[in-house]
């Protein structure tokens, strides 16, 4: 799982113009007006083959009575809660105040890998300002001006060499972390009761009941399972912004990202939704291996024909997920539910799975003699071999004479032999391009 870098501080200290900078676009409302940043904003960060997320947040106003400000401490509490580095971002121009002191104080008690950031470094005066923030006790100040880009490769170094040293370990945790997601009301509260045996969420028909993602361990078959129940996702528009739901969809994202195996629940009566499509699309984009769960399906009168019908569209719904596998159930009388722990423990297996780079080399020259790379102005791409660099999902890097040559639909032939050859059911899988050598073709 991606670090989280969570890009926090008092109103108007430049985190947005930092953000924006970094994501090489503009995500992030930027203006002079202290607090127009509200919503925790995400975008992945590559640099010295670290990849990690960074989150933008509003400002934090400790001693504000202010309805608007204490909406946007709630959001950045949040991103304090589950970043891995924190970057405090102070502003060298108005130099060190009070509210400083106040964010640094409160900080220090929440986190313990905190990098002071002075912003707005850009004249000879607020370089020499810049010692004033050592009295904050967090260590030295890295001095940046987000605006011109001046000291953000040092601020990127620090960041890298502040992840946590036991990411190995977590890694190993033979505990399978499932996060159990959907729309509000879709029965994933009860189907988590069902499977643990005992009621650990509130059910009742409320969309909404359930506020945090809440984690239950179980154990199967020798097995150890986490699941995590979370909060109904609904869509933006009808989320009320001055309500906890905002947060608890917040939580849920995160739940995603952490969560080794996703269960996507539908509601059989309501069939698959825009919104549904959208939750799917977030999963992939996290790169989780999936498993969609059609809940209440004793409801729904049926033919011979009827669960078929429901996967041809919902199959339809899902075409940039069509690995992933449906299992029909009913959360409250139990049907087919004890099928969904072996099913995610081969989910699982597909989603952890290496191939060996003789084996992995084999199938690609398989398929490369059975449909040549294309050609593009009279040069052929030119795949030298391949290996696998990770897992979770597993991903693969080709080495390439140019990427420039590799056309999307080709990509997509190789990552279907892969697929094919290898079983990879329920599990997205990643190709990534490196050029080998340059070379004339």
């Known amino acids: 799982m991606k670090p989280l870098v969570a890009v926090v501080g008092r109103p108007n200290?430049?985190?947005s113009t930092f953000f924006n900078k970094i994501s090489?676009?503009?995500?992030?409302?930027?203006?002079?007006t202290p607090g127009v940043t509200r919503d925790r904003l995400y975008t992945d960060v590559t640099w010295?083959?670290?990849?990690?997320?960074?989150?933008?947040?509003?400002?934090?106003?400790?001693k504000s009575d202010d309805v608007f400000y204490n909406e946007m401490l709630k959001q950045a509490e949040i991103a304090v809660e589950t970043a891995d580095v924190i970057l405090f971002f102070t502003d060298a121009r108005q130099g060190m105040l009070a509210a400083d002191r106040d964010v640094a104080d409160y900080l220090r008690t929440k986190h313990d890998h905190i990098l002071l950031v002075v912003n707005k470094v850009e004249s000879k005066a607020q370089e020499d300002a810049v010692y004033d923030f050592y009295a904050l006790g967090l260590g030295e100040p890295i001095a940046i001006s987000a605006l011109n880009m001046t000291g953000i490769g040092d601020l990127l170094d620090r960041i890298v060499e502040s992840f946590p040293k036991n990411a190995e370990k977590e890694a190993d945790d033979p505990a399978i972390k499932i996060a159990v997601v959907g729309k509000p009301n879709a029965g994933k509260s009860s189907l988590v009761n069902r499977l643990l045996g005992e009621t650990r969420s509130i059910v009742s028909n409320i969309p909404g009941t359930t506020r945090d993602a809440i984690d239950s361990p179980v154990e199967v078959d020798g097995q150890p399972y986490v699941l995590i129940d979370t909060a109904g996702i609904r869509r933006k528009k009808n989320v009320d912004d001055k309500t906890v739901e905002r947060y608890s969809v917040i939580r849920s994202l995160d739940a995603?990202?952490?969560?080794?195996?996703?269960?996507?629940?539908?509601?059989a009566?309501?069939?698959m939704t825009e919104q549904d499509v959208k939750i799917a699309g977030f999963i992939k984009d996290q790169g989780k291996a999936t498993l969609v769960i059609v809940n209440?399906?004793?409801?729904?009168?049926?033919?011979t024909n009827t669960s078929e019908k429901f996967k041809k569209k919902m199959r339809a719904d899902l075409a940039f997920m069509d690995y992933v596998d449906y299992l029909f159930?009913?959360?409250?009388?139990?049907?087919?539910?004890?099928k969904i722990f072996p099913l995610i423990r081969k989910i699982y297996e597909n989603a952890t799975k290496r191939v060996t780079t003789g084996v992995l080399n084999d199938t690609l020259s398989d398929a490369l003699r059975m449909n040549e790379p294309p050609t593009k102005n009279g040069r052929r791409l030119k795949i030298k071999y391949a290996a696998q660099v990770a897992v979770l999902p597993p991903t693969f890097v080709l080495f390439v004479n140019d990427q420039k040559l590799m056309h999307f639909s080709y990509?997509?032939?190789?990552?279907?032999?892969?697929?094919e050859a290898f079983g990879f059911s329920g599990t997205p899988i990643r190709l990534v391009l490196r050029e080998k050598e340059k070379e004339e073709t």
């Open 13 to 15: 200290v430049g985190k």
């Open 24 to 32: 090489g676009k503009r995500l992030s409302i930027v203006e002079d």
């Open 48 to 62: 010295l083959d670290h990849t990690f997320t960074l989150i933008d947040t509003g400002g934090i106003e400790l």
């Open 256 to 267: 995603i990202r952490r969560c080794d195996v996703a269960l996507l629940v539908l509601d």
């Open 269 to 271: 009566e309501a069939g």
């Open 296 to 303: 209440k399906w004793d409801l729904i009168e049926k033919d």
């Open 329 to 338: 159930l009913s959360a409250k009388t139990g049907q087919r539910v004890n």
């Open 411 to 419: 990509q997509r032939y190789l990552e279907n032999t892969f697929r």
